[in-house]
């Protein structure tokens, strides 16, 4: 019995250290990841200074790196992406959840959760062949003639319609959350207790009634949370925008120029880096994805523990 004993504290010793090395590699490799990142960093922002974030300037002859652009890129596309994804998924799984028929459910979910394994650079490829020449033809034109007149907003639809830029990558990077803010969102809807539905639609409540003053409080930090993923996903995608943001080192205040995001500037760039300036500057901008994506879920952590709190948990 005795030799028993020790046989099973051993065991429970051996799986207590294997699992607690394995929440230590978790945080040395994220601890490696910064020190990487800040000490490549060094170089570019020891030349350039804070500048190196507010400049938009990017000439590898001159030595001369500014940030701004690529981030500003990152934050546009990503929020374009935000502003179409988000009500297209929950809309999806509002009718998966309460209106689709079930024979469609099954088929309709099982699509969305294949999208979602797409390579992104097939989302690249259809982006520039098929993407591109529709917003160049038909939708930019449009986008130009009818709410580019407009005060205020209309500055965000000037210029010639070149297909490719910052609306383009929104678009495709849209395209690409979708099926993750979906599936979450459907998978936190049908958390809703039945009895919670079967009520409200007892006491004559209708389908939208049910969705927005039911459903979507009793979810909504689950809701935030597949918002969050499907943002990170965003801001850190790199070769589908690379095909289609135009990848230039440029502000413009319309959605319709070309620009570059964080991803896609050191994707195009990393290769040809061969002074330790440019190298570095590249490596500084890995840093900025990095904070900004962590700023992000650190956000979205307080949100979710500010809404539990509320709530009582």
């Not at 797409?118 to 986008?143: D, K, M, N, R």
């Not at 969705?211 to 949370?225: A, E, N, Q, S, T």
């Not at 995001?261 to 500084?284: K, P, V």
Request: net charge negative; hydrophobic share 55%.
């Amino acid at each position: 019995m005795t030799g028993t004993l020790r046989l099973y504290r051993r065991q429970d010793a051996v799986f207590r250290a294997i699992t607690f090395l394995s929440a230590a590699l978790v945080v040395v490799v994220l601890a490696g990841m910064i020190v990487f990142l800040a000490h490549g960093a060094i170089p570019a922002l020891t030349a350039m200074g804070p500048s190196f974030f507010w400049t938009s300037d990017w000439d590898t002859v001159e030595d001369v790196y500014g940030a701004l652009a690529p981030i500003a890129g990152t934050l546009i596309t990503a929020t374009i992406a935000m502003a179409i994804g988000i009500p297209v998924s929950f809309g999806i799984a509002m009718f998966l959840t309460e209106i689709c028929p079930s024979v469609l459910r099954r088929p309709i979910g099982t699509a969305i959760e294949l999208l979602a394994g797409i390579p992104s650079v097939v989302f690249g490829i259809w982006g520039l062949f098929y993407l591109t020449p529709v917003l160049q033809e038909y939708i930019q034109p449009a986008l130009i003639d009818y709410l580019g007149p407009l005060p205020v907003i209309g500055m965000l639809f000037q210029g010639p319609p070149f297909g490719i830029g910052i609306l383009d990558g929104g678009i495709v990077l849209a395209v690409m959350v979708l099926p993750y803010i979906t599936s979450i969102t459907r998978d936190v809807f049908m958390t809703v207790p039945p009895l919670l539905r079967e009520s409200a639609y007892g006491m004559g409540c209708t389908t939208t009634e049910v969705v927005w003053k039911i459903v979507i409080p009793y979810c909504r930090v689950g809701l935030i949370g597949g918002v969050m993923l499907g943002l990170g996903r965003a801001l850190g995608e790199t070769m589908a925008v690379t095909f289609v943001v135009g990848n230039t080192y440029q502000i413009s205040a319309s959605l319709l120029a070309p620009g570059t995001t964080i991803s896609a500037a050191i994707a195009n760039e990393f290769n040809e880096a061969f002074e330790e300036q440019h190298l570095s500057a590249l490596i500084a901008l890995g840093l900025v994805l990095f904070l900004i994506t962590f700023t992000v879920l650190a956000l979205a952590k307080w949100m979710l523990l500010a809404l539990d709190k509320r709530e009582g948990r």
